[in-house]
C-alpha cells in the first residue's frame, strides 16, 4: 500500500446544499494525482428525515410514503443542481431509492432496529452516488466502493461491532487494489454488512468510525475530518462563548474528550487510528486552508479546561423493594439488563440500598428497561436532564456551569468533573 494515502471524511454539513458540495469539489482538487479515499455521510440532516419514515412505516400512521417521496423529491432536486437531465446519475439514484420503497411495501417487521439500518443506510448510498458522479463531471476521476463490500459486523442492528480479521481480508482483496493516484476512491461512512448480506449500521454519527476503519485496514499515512468548525474547540460554540482551538491533542485526550461526548469525533474512532500512530487532522471546510487541530501520540497532556454537554439524559434511581444493600448479584443482574437494552451509561453512582445511572434517552429504551426490572426494583426516572463533563476544570467555570441549574448528581474523577443538571423550574406570578 502506498505510503501517502490519506483518508478524507466529509461529513453531512459539508454535503447540505448544491453549493457545499461544489465546495467539495474545491478541496479535492488539491489532492489530485495522489492516493485518497473519501468516506461521505448522508446529505444535510438526511438521517432525521429518514429515521422519521422508519417511525412512521413503524407505526403504520400512513406518513411514510409521503415522508418517502419528500426525501426522494430533495434528493432529485440536489441532483438537478449539479447535472444535466439525462446524466446518468438519475438512474443510479433512483436505483438507490427503490430500496426503501420495497421495505415500504412490506409488513413492518417484528425488529424495528432491522427495519431502521435497512432505510437509514440508503442516505448514505445516495450521497455517495451523488458526490461520485460529481467529482468525475469535474475531472476528478474517483472509483465508487460500496463500504459494505469490505465490513463487516456482528448481527447487532444500529450498533454493529467490526469484525476485524474479516473486514481486514475484504479491505486487502477489494479496496487495496482499487487504490492509485489515478483515481480517488469513494464510499460510505456509518454502514456495514452481516454475514448474511443484511445491511447494518455502525451508530448515530458513525462516518468518522468509517473512515478510521479504512486508515487502519489501509495504512493510511493520515486521516482528515472535514468539520465545519475550524478544529477541535474547549467547548460546542453553539452553547458557549469564547471557545478556543486546540492546535494539538493528544490520542488519549481525544479518547477522553469523545468518551465524555463532545460531539467533534466519534467516541470509536480514535482507537483503531492509535493502534497504528496513525495521525488524524480536524480542519475545516469552511476555511480549508486554516491550520485545524493536529491529534497524535508525540502531543504532551496540558490542556486548558474542556467541555462536553451531553443533552436529551435520563437519571435513573434504583433501589431494592425491600430496602436491602444493592449487592453484587443485583449488580450483575442489573448490568446484564442494562446490556440486553442497549443503554448508554455515561455516569454511575452507588449507595447502600440505590444505584444511579446516567444514560441517553432515545427511543423507548429507557422505559423498557424500567419495565423489565420492576418486579425486583423500584426505579425513580428524571428526565430531559443534560450531563456536562469537565476535563482540566477550574472552580470558576464549574459554578458558572451550576449556574441556574440544579445538580441530581456530581462525580470528581481526577483531572475530570461530571454534573447531572436540571433546569430550575420558573416561578410564576399570578
Keep these: ?153 456482528n448481527n447487532i442492528y444500529r450498533a454493529g461491532w467490526v469484525q476485524w480479521k474479516e473486514t481486514q481480508e475484504n479491505a486487502d482483496r477489494i479496496a487495496k487494489p482499487m487504490i492509485s493516484s489515478q483515481a480517488f476512491v469513494l464510499t460510505q461512512g456509518f454502514i456495514g454488512t452481516t454475514s448474511e448480506n443484511f445491511t447494518t449500521t455502525l451508530g448515530r454519527e458513525g462516518s468518522d468510525y468509517t473512515a478510521a476503519i479504512f486508515s487502519y485496514c489501509l495504512d493510511a499515512k493520515s486521516m482528515t475530518i472535514w468539520k465545519d468548525v475550524p478544529g477541535v474547540l474547549t467547548g460546542d460554540p453553539r452553547l458557549f462563548d469564547h471557545v478556543t482551538k486546540l492546535d494539538l491533542l493528544s490520542y488519549k485526550e481525544a479518547i477522553e474528550m469523545t468518551y465524555y461526548g463532545a460531539k467533534v469525533i466519534h467516541p470509536k474512532t480514535i482507537k483503531p487510528l492509535q493502534n497504528k500512530s496513525i495521525p488524524l487532522w480536524v480542519k475545516s471546510f469552511i476555511d480549508p486552508q486554516g491550520s485545524g487541530t493536529y491529534i497524535s501520540d508525540e502531543v504532551a497532556d496540558n490542556y486548558p479546561p474542556l467541555v462536553a454537554v451531553e443533552k436529551s439524559q435520563a437519571l435513573l434511581h434504583i433501589s431494592t423493594r425491600d430496602f436491602s444493600f444493592v449487592a453484587e448479584h443485583h449488580m450483575s443482574h442489573l448490568f446484564k439488563m442494562i446490556t440486553e437494552h442497549r443503554l448508554q451509561v455515561n455516569m454511575m453512582q452507588n449507595t447502600a440500598i440505590c444505584f444511579s445511572i446516567c444514560v441517553n434517552d432515545v427511543d423507548d429504551k429507557v422505559s423498557a428497561f424500567s419495565q423489565a426490572i420492576e418486579d425486583q426494583f423500584k426505579v425513580i426516572i428524571d428526565r430531559e436532564l443534560e450531563l456536562i463533563t469537565v476535563r482540566h476544570y477550574q472552580d470558576k467555570i464549574l459554578e458558572e456551569l451550576r449556574a441556574d441549574k440544579i445538580v441530581l448528581l456530581e462525580e470528581r474523577i481526577r483531572e475530570t468533573v461530571q454534573m447531572v443538571l436540571k433546569n430550575v423550574p420558573v416561578m410564576k406570578r399570578k
Design 1 to 153: 500500500m502506498s505510503q501517502n494515502l490519506q483518508v478524507f471524511k466529509f461529513g453531512g454539513a459539508s454535503l447540505n446544499s448544491v453549493e457545499r458540495i461544489q465546495n467539495v469539489g474545491e478541496i479535492l482538487k488539491e489532492m489530485k494525482g495522489q492516493p485518497l479515499v473519501v468516506v461521505v455521510s448522508a446529505m444535510g440532516k438526511t438521517t432525521n428525515e429518514l429515521e422519521k419514515i422508519v417511525q412512521a412505516h413503524a407505526e403504520q400512521n400512513g406518513q411514510a410514503l409521503t415522508l418517502f417521496e419528500d426525501f426522494k423529491r430533495k434528493s432529485f432536486e440536489t441532483c438537478l443542481g449539479l447535472f444535466d437531465e439525462s446524466h446518468e446519475v438519475f438512474v443510479s439514484l433512483n436505483d438507490a431509492l427503490v430500496e426503501i420503497e420495497w421495505v415500504l411495501e412490506e409488513e413492518p417487521h417484528e425488529n424495528y432496529d432491522y427495519t431502521y439500518d435497512q432505510i437509514v443506510s440508503v442516505g448514505e448510498i445516495v450521497s455517495s452516488i451523488i458526490v461520485s458522479a460529481y467529482l468525475n463531471e469535474q475531472g476528478l476521476p474517483t472509483r465508487w466502493l460500496d463500504a459494505r463490500d469490505i465490513i463487516l459486523t
